[in-house]
């Protein structure tokens, strides 16, 4: 990871799917798609930083390569599909856990 970061334009995400997706390695990728459906849920600070918000995760899910590849996965076909910037609630399985309902 240490390796990857040092490279210019590779940031903690770009790292942590490198290393998840290419490589095989148990690292939790965070991105804004995760930062916003676990805000909303009220399961992650709005002011966590990248670290704090995996070592969340980290704690909280399997530590096995699969489930956090799909785990991910998941939250990014949700992000996109559901909780965007202009969430569709109505659509949401997760709306009656949602702590900041943003519709």
Same mark, same amino acid.
């Given at each position: 990871?240490?390796?990857?970061?040092?490279?210019?334009?590779?940031?903690p995400e770009t790292?942590?799917? =490198?290393?998840? *997706?290419?490589?095989?390695?148990?690292?939790? &990728? +965070?991105?804004?798609?995760?930062?916003?459906?676990?805000?909303?849920?009220?399961?992650?600070?709005?002011?966590?930083?990248?670290?704090?918000?995996?070592?969340?995760?980290h704690k909280k899910?399997?530590?096995? =390569?699969?489930? *956090?590849?799909?785990?991910?996965?998941?939250? &990014? +076909?949700?992000?996109?599909d559901v909780c965007?910037?202009?969430?569709?609630?109505?659509?949401?399985?997760?709306?009656?856990?949602?702590?900041?309902?943003?519709?």
């Amino acid at each position: 990871r240490n390796e990857l970061l040092s490279v210019k334009g590779i940031g903690p995400e770009t790292a942590d799917s =490198i290393l998840l *997706y290419a490589l095989g390695r148990k690292i939790f &990728v +965070v991105d804004a798609y995760t930062k916003r459906v676990f805000t909303r849920l009220g399961l992650v600070d709005e002011n966590w930083n990248y670290d704090e918000i995996q070592q969340f995760f980290h704690k909280k899910i399997p530590s096995e =390569i699969e489930y *956090y590849n799909e785990y991910h996965a998941l939250i &990014v +076909v949700h992000g996109k599909d559901v909780c965007k910037n202009r969430p569709s609630c109505a659509e949401c399985c997760l709306f009656s856990l949602c702590t900041n309902k943003p519709c």
